[in-house]
């Protein structure tokens, strides 16, 4: 599965949003409604799935959904 699939999957499945549909990759992650507890599931899953580690220091840096995909991509790449 790629990584912006699997990202907006976990995305819908963990938010509280009504309109799940409206999660894209510029969605500002604040603005998802995510408690620190779906964070950290999502972010766990992500690293499961890709065999990747996002520090505390990268995740804080996350803007957007295209922020998260492009940190994992990177990592994948071995650019990081």
Request: some cysteine; overall charge negative.
């Amino acid at each position: 599965m790629q990584v912006r699939d699997k990202t907006l999957q976990l995305l819908e499945q963990y938010t509280d949003k009504a309109d799940r549909s409206a999660i894209g990759m510029d969605s500002p992650i604040a603005e998802l409604e995510l408690d620190s507890l779906a964070m950290f599931e999502i972010v766990f899953e992500l690293e499961e799935c890709f065999e990747v580690e996002l520090d505390e220091v990268e995740l804080a840096e996350l803007k957007t959904v295209r922020d998260l995909v492009d940190r994992i991509g990177e990592k994948l790449a071995g650019t990081d």
